[in-house]
């Protein structure tokens, strides 16, 4: 029978693990947790990557961003030219 664990040390493992460095061997045995729960903790903390339907959809507006801006560069530098 497994014994409940606090979502405190919960945090504490997870945390000495990304913040600290430390091993998950070693969370393991400083903490007597199984390496197969920290493991679990970690996957359930980690964040999701993007699909690529969304990483394509940022892309493209990220060019038509950039192309928006050099347009307005263009038109600012026409502007200055045009005053001096």
């Given at each position: 029978?497994?014994?409940?664990?606090?979502?405190?040390l919960?945090a504490?493992?997870?945390?000495?693990?990304?913040?600290?460095?430390?091993?998950?061997?070693?969370?393991?045995r400083?903490?007597g947790?199984?390496?197969?729960?920290i493991?679990?903790?970690?996957?359930?903390?980690?964040?999701?990557a993007?699909?690529?339907v969304?990483?394509?959809q940022?892309?493209r507006e990220?060019?038509?961003?950039y192309?928006?801006?050099?347009r307005l560069?263009?038109e600012i530098?026409?502007?200055?030219?045009?005053?001096?």
């Amino acid at each position: 029978m497994s014994v409940p664990i606090k979502p405190e040390l919960k945090a504490e493992v997870v945390h000495r693990i990304k913040a600290e460095g430390i091993s998950v061997a070693q969370a393991s045995r400083d903490h007597g947790v199984s390496t197969k729960a920290i493991y679990n903790w970690l996957a359930k903390t980690a964040e999701k990557a993007p699909s690529l339907v969304l990483v394509n959809q940022l892309k493209r507006e990220n060019e038509a961003l950039y192309a928006i801006v050099g347009r307005l560069t263009t038109e600012i530098t026409k502007l200055k030219k045009g005053r001096s």
